[in-house]
């Protein structure tokens, strides 16, 4: 007999007695699963927006992109003449002027200009309205017509510049009247290129014009590609990269169209993800402490059954029946709820990223997250289940019967073991990230452990020291060492939501700290870039004369690609995929006498500065790693269609974070001062003359562009905020869930408070007394608590930040506080809370009742 | 009278220890006693003195350290859990002082309980008819339906008697009957399960402080610190 039915018929009997002492329960799988549905079928709508707008985000079924120079009329004409409809559009930083009425309120800012054409754009609507935001008819239209040149800005440029629709604005050496304000740029999320300044739209011709496009200017070049409906993408895409293989421009399709954008919602989505699990697993712990006074309350029924003739597979398919029952009851209250919270949210993120995507429920993203809930559920529950099993129906005889103990039985050992692989198996396949799946598997299983035994260190190094005090301070001693203590569930229920929490401000606040944080001390204030050089004189004169200017460090940028090593086609001779960045599109090179700011040497030397001999260069890193190369061996550069070797002189480190600039490969004097070339440059000045010197600047030399760094951090330091606030409500919901497992274990033993209580109010104790002993016992565990989740937290968060990220380790003791802060305020607030009913419970009554 | 229904239950040299924190106690020691079917015995004794260690073992709910126990023919010191468990649904039926009826169901469905682990009814109708039938025996034709809590002191022993019945076991094993109902509740209940005893022809053994019960069945144990003091037809 398999027992299911008789199991579940005896399950639907049991499960009369109602929901009472499941309100914890429920409240652990309703919150774990809620966030989980809300994170997966967030990131499903995500993924099928992005697939569902790939053509209107990449701008066409193909897209060839070029740097430096536009794409080749053979091209154009080879796939014009196949019949596809083309589309050219140029991206590239500018700046943007405006005019005050007087020179002080002129301003000046960095724009990602992109000029189209007529064709613009292939797939997707190009929206624009006027200043009262009405929709522009025919904008396209508008923009290449005749007469002054026409502009449509973002909202946030118009407000930079403090300019409104109707407005002048200057951008290289032409003048623009501002005629309308993007709405919608279908295109914008596949641009490919970081959102650090506000878009202004302008026709190609105007581009032209402006001056702006100077050889070796940072610009890039796109062809835009539909195709026809029935034609296959991949065919077509083939075909072009096998007649035109010797070109070296980059090929997308709508296959992959905003590769890195998917690549950051994957990582994002699994960072969500697994701090979504820690609020289950933190859940975990109050199912336990759910089904094990469950299961204790049913001892009895237990032994009956078993009096009775019940087989123990059937009492074990009785209760896992119930626990599935009860499971599933919150389970769907946690889709539902995960469901509403993905359909609130969806809106704002659709708006953000500019998708047409409706919200949808995706059937996969509810099956993850019904899985990773059942198995949760099961994995908590399944060993006070089986322990239960155990009761011997001799108990019956007795008047009292022994609470459940926790043994780790052969059954109990193999269930968790199975059910522990299952959760591992699980992460592992929904996780993008294998070896971050790994990491947090063993990090949280081993928190885990350690916080269910730092417990039982705590009880046992408090029983090693010398019995103290007198009064509520003995009281608190004995509490926390007392047979039956609650010492192991306030480190388990708070340790786990702490240590996330901690962990996730800490990596956040490093993150920020790397990215922002040295703008102060060494970075420059500005970046400037396409200076020509026949500029480059008057540029430094510029500088030299301005007030607080320092620092100006000038580069040669010449533009060329890596052809071959030793002698070994580059394309074959590379060894790292993730490298493969090296060959795409045309690199800068540059060459100098002196060992560049903030490099280190690895390997070789660095050559003299008088240096005259063969060509020498000097590589970082990634080219070591993406060619296997050392000192001694050859590179072969071209540029402009001319080919240099040289010679590897030395392999160095570059801190990307001093945001110096530096270059992948740097030539030593001799080998590159002919080539065609422009120049960066970098310097700082005092913070309250930049306005002036960038307005300066944009106005001397239209055509070169300025990236303020504050400016660009602020924008960073915004969308890295934005999403901050995502990953906090995870950990928050985490900590929560901490929260009311802990109330659910102070709960259950609120009739040995009370009774205590009763006790010591009898033998004379002041409620004053028993209310200083219960908080300084739980004020004492939840700073040890704290300290622990800190100290691991600490501990992980440096792991992930200098290994992983590979970003400076800043220590931050104001988060570290506040954690302390946080968890004696649960502690003692909760704990308060269980003493004043004890004490206001009356001791007659009680009394009378025993 | 056949040999198994001379020998129906026999303990031969039973021992039973068990450990504390205080160390091993030695509960029973050297019992041994044969009883024939249809016997009603009491066992009585002092507190501690080991008689619900006694009725555990003959019930097979517990080992004993050493010796053996037979009960039906069939050594239960052979059978392992479940084939121990099997054997209890079978042949032995077990009433507790405290009658230990589930909350959750009603009386119809606690008396049905062995006939459902049992399997050998073929539809649950007729699961639900014995039960009915056993219920309207001890004269809860009226209770059917009601939930433990519904029902007094007296009807929960009636349900529980009726439990012990529904499978017709051989034997029947009753801790205190009485103990925890008040003289006349009590009363009823005993005569009800002698007369139940003898329509069957089932073996009761009970345990009892009460010597007017202890003297209304054939045969009295009476052990003293583990050890059985004397046993005598009554």
């Known amino acids: 007999m398999s027992g299911w039915g008789l199991g579940l018929r005896l399950a639907l009997r049991e499960l009369r007695g109602g929901l009472k002492g499941f309100f914890v329960f429920l409240l652990c799988i309703v919150l774990g699963t809620a966030t989980i549905t809300a994170v997966q079928n967030t990131s499903a709508n995500l993924q099928a927006g992005l697939q569902k707008d790939a053509q209107s985000i990449l701008g066409g079924d193909i897209k060839l992109r070029q740097i430096y120079n536009p794409l080749p009329e053979s091209v154009k004409n080879y796939l014009g003449d196949r019949g596809f409809a083309l589309s050219e559009n140029v991206e590239t930083n500018s700046m943007v002027r405006s005019d005050g009425a007087n020179e002080d309120e002129g301003r000046s800012t960095l724009a990602q200009v992109k000029a189209v054409d007529g064709n613009y754009p292939l797939y997707g609507s190009f929206e624009v309205s006027d200043a009262h935001g009405n929709p522009l008819d025919q904008p396209l239209d508008i923009l290449q017509s005749g007469g002054t040149y026409k502009a449509y800005l973002d909202p946030e440029l118009l407000a930079r510049l403090n300019v409104t629709v109707g407005g002048m604005i200057g951008l290289g050496e032409l003048d623009f009247v501002v005629t309308g304000i993007i709405q919608n740029e279908p295109d914008r999320l596949g641009g490919g290129r970081p959102p650090i300044a506000p878009r202004i739209i302008i026709s190609r011709d105007a581009l032209n014009k402006s001056g702006l496009l100077q050889p070796g200017s940072m610009a890039y070049h796109n062809l835009l590609v539909k195709l026809d409906t029935n034609a296959d993408v991949g065919a077509v895409r083939s075909d072009i990269e096998t007649d035109f293989a010797n070109e070296n421009w980059r090929i997308r399709d709508r296959t992959n169209a905003a590769p890195s954008i998917e690549r950051f919602l994957d990582r994002l989505v699994l960072f969500l993800t697994l701090i979504s699990l820690t609020a289950l697993l933190v859940g975990g712990i109050g199912i336990y402490n759910a089904v094990r006074a469950y299961m204790t309350g049913r001892l009895r029924i237990i032994a009956t059954f078993k009096s009775v003739g019940a087989q123990r597979h059937v009492i074990l398919k009785t209760y896992m029946i119930q626990i599935f029952i009860l499971g599933t009851l919150g389970l769907l209250v946690g889709l539902a709820t995960g469901l509403f919270s993905s359909a609130v949210a969806w809106p704002f993120i659709r708006e953000l990223l500019s998708l047409s995507q409706d919200f949808a429920i995706w059937p996969a993203a509810l099956l993850v997250a019904a899985l990773f809930g059942y198995l949760t559920l099961f994995l908590f529950s399944a060993g006070p289940v089986i322990n239960a099993l155990d009761v011997a129906p001799t108990q019956l005889f007795r008047d009292r019967i022994d609470p459940v103990k926790t043994r780790l039985t052969p059954g109990y050992g193999l269930t968790m073991a199975v059910l522990s692989a299952l959760l591992f198996m699980l992460v592992y396949i929904v996780s993008p990230d294998k070896e971050l799946a790994v990491y947090f598997t063993v990090g949280a299983a081993l928190t885990l452990v350690f916080f269910n035994y730092l417990g039982v260190g705590i009880v046992y190094l408090f029983k090693m020291l010398p019995r103290f005090g007198t009064g509520a301070t003995r009281i608190a001693y004995t509490n926390i060492i007392r047979p039956g203590n609650i010492t192991s569930q306030i480190t388990l229920s708070l340790g786990l939501g702490l240590t996330v929490l901690v962990l996730v401000a800490l990596i956040e606040g490093n993150f920020s700290q790397a990215v922002t944080g040295s703008i102060s001390k060494e970075a420059p204030s500005f970046f400037v870039v396409d200076i020509q050089k026949d500029q480059l004189n008057d540029f430094n004169n510029l500088l030299a004369e301005t007030e607080t200017v320092s620092d100006v460090r000038t580069s040669a940028n010449i533009r060329g690609r890596i052809k071959s090593v030793n002698g070994m086609p580059a394309e074959e001779a590379i060894i790292s995929d993730e490298n493969r960045w090296l060959l795409s599109n045309d690199r800068g090179l540059t060459y100098t006498s002196e060992i560049p700011e903030h490099s280190e040497i690895l390997e070789g030397e660095w050559w003299d500065s008088d240096y005259q001999g063969p060509p020498l260069v000097s590589v970082v890193e990634d080219v070591r790693e993406a060619f296997g190369v050392t000192p001694g061996d050859t590179i072969t550069v071209e540029v402009l269609g001319r080919e240099v070797t040289a010679e590897i002189a030395n392999i160095r480190s570059v801190n990307w974070l001093n945001y110096t600039i530096s270059f992948a490969l740097t030539f030593a004097p001799g080998a590159l001062e002919n080539a065609p070339q422009t120049f960066l440059a970098t310097f700082r000045i005092d913070p309250e003359q930049e306005s002036a010197i960038q307005r300066q600047i944009s106005e001397d030399f239209p055509n070169i562009t300025l990236i303020r760094l504050s400016e660009a951090m602020e924008t960073v330091s915004g969308i890295l905020e934005k999403i901050g606030i995502a990953v906090r409500i995870a950990a928050v919901i985490a900590l929560i869930t901490g929260i009311f497992v802990l109330t659910g274990a102070m709960a259950a033993q609120n009739e040995r408070r009370v009774y205590e209580a009763v006790i010591m109010k009898t033998l004379g104790a002041s409620r004053k007394t028993i209310i200083t002993a219960y908080l300084s016992e739980y004020a004492v565990l939840g700073l040890l608590t704290a300290l622990a989740a800190t100290a691991i937290a600490s501990f992980g968060a440096w792991a992930l930040v200098t290994k992983i990220l590979e970003l400076e380790w800043t220590f931050l003791p104001g988060t570290l506080v506040s954690t302390a802060v946080i968890a004696l305020i649960i502690t003692v607030i909760l704990g308060g809370i269980g003493t004043l009913r004890a004490l206001n419970h009356p001791v007659a009554s009680y009394l009378r009742n025993e | 009278m056949t040999s198994s229904d001379t020998n129906f239950l026999t303990l031969e040299n039973i021992d039973l220890s068990l450990s504390s924190q205080a160390g091993q106690v030695d509960i029973l020691k050297n019992i041994s006693l044969s009883e024939e079917k249809g016997e009603k015995i009491a066992i009585v004794g002092p507190s501690g003195s080991g008689k619900s260690s006694l009725m555990m073992i003959m019930a097979g709910l517990q080992r004993p350290s050493a ?127 002698f007369r139940l005893a003898d329509q069957s022809g089932m073996t009761l053994i009970l345990i009892t402080h009460d010597p007017d019960l202890a003297a209304r069945c054939s045969k009295q144990i009476k052990l003293v610190d583990g050890k059985i003091e004397n046993t005598g037809k009554v």
């Open chain 2, 67 to 193: 010796g053996l126990v037979k009960l039906s023919g069939c050594a239960l010191n052979d059978l392992d859990e479940a084939g121990l468990t099997e054997f209890r649904r079978e042949n032995i039926g077990i009433v507790f002082q405290n009658f230990h009826l589930v909350p959750t169901m009603t009386a119809l469905e606690n008396t049905a309980l062995p006939l459902e682990f049992s399997n050998k009814f073929s539809s649950k109708d007729e699961v639900f008819k014995k039960a009915e039938d056993v219920l309207t025996e001890v004269g809860l034709s009226h209770r059917l339906s009601h939930y433990p809590s519904q029902l007094s002191g007296g009807e929960q022993q009636r349900v529980a008697l009726a439990r012990a019945l529904v499978a017709s076991p051989k034997i029947i094993l009753a801790d205190e009957p009485t103990g925890n109902l008040d003289q006349e509740t009590g009363e009823q209940i005993i005569q009800l399960l």
